[in-house]
């Protein structure tokens, strides 16, 4: 079946889909339920909201762990050098992670994904254990 046949076999023409999903409580559901309502695979329907300008598609990758299986990519926010610094001296400062998240913008678990992720962690355990040291030194 080719592309013009597809468009042919829906009910609905592309603007009456775009004005449908447009006016939708719950444009998500809305999908499926124009796929059933035209009789045609999901995929159609994404395709007229893309050409009508409503639906712009994520980035899809195969999942090497699972042979078949799509997921989806979220874009990941990238954390620059001076915001790195900024989380380390905020740490070791003895700032509590809810208040150097809030000060990046950012959720809790984006933040310790990142911190876990990038090996900040470690580097804020070692600089942490330097300073006891030091202070171990100046005590003795």
């Known amino acids: 079946m080719t592309k013009g046949e597809r468009v042919k076999s829906k009910l609905m023409t592309d603007a009456e889909i775009c004005r449908s999903y447009r006016n939708a409580a719950d444009q998500?559901?809305?999908i499926n339920?124009?796929?059933q309502l035209n009789a045609v695979?999901?995929?159609?329907?994404l395709s007229a909201l893309e050409r009508g300008?409503?639906?712009k598609p994520e980035a899809v990758s195969q999942d090497p762990g699972i042979a078949g299986i799509q997921t989806t990519v979220k874009k990941q926010r990238r954390y620059s050098e001076h915001e790195d610094t900024l989380i380390c001296n905020m740490r070791l400062a003895g700032a509590p992670w809810n208040d150097i998240a809030?000060?990046?913008g950012v959720s809790i678990k984006a933040l310790q994904d990142?911190?876990?992720g990038t090996g900040l962690r470690a580097q804020i355990n070692l600089e942490a254990g330097v300073k006891r040291g030091e202070a171990a030194e100046l005590a003795v």
């Not at 695979?41 to 329907?45: A, N, Y």
Request: zero cysteines; charged letters at 15%.
């Open 114 to 116: 990142h911190v876990t």
């Open 102 to 104: 809030e000060a990046l």
């Open 28 to 30: 998500k559901a809305q």
């Open 33 to 35: 339920i124009l796929a």
């Open 41 to 45: 695979p999901r995929g159609v329907i």
């Open 53 to 55: 300008g409503l639906y």
